[in-house]
């Protein structure tokens, strides 16, 4: 014996699975939103950190300078 849905149990099941694919459509934007927004911010982290890198090294040759030019081995 077949058993057989009817076209209304059919839709109700269609309906199902597009919510599901709706949500996990919105899901993944969701996530592609937080990649992108990591990836700036990781940008901006990175050009500070080499701001400061150059920084600290500019301070140590202007110490390491000052020190040679007092005559005063370091």
């Known amino acids: 014996m077949i058993v057989s849905k009817t076209n209304a149990e059919w839709q109700k099941i269609v309906e199902n699975k597009d ?40 301070i140590e040759e202007d110490r390491l300078n000052a020190v040679r030019k007092a005559g005063i081995d370091a």
């Open 19 to 58: 919510a599901q694919i709706q949500a996990l459509y919105k899901r993944i934007k969701d996530q592609q939103t937080i990649n992108d927004a990591q990836k700036k911010l990781n940008g901006v982290l990175q050009t500070d950190l080499t701001d400061t890198y150059n920084k600290l090294k500019k």
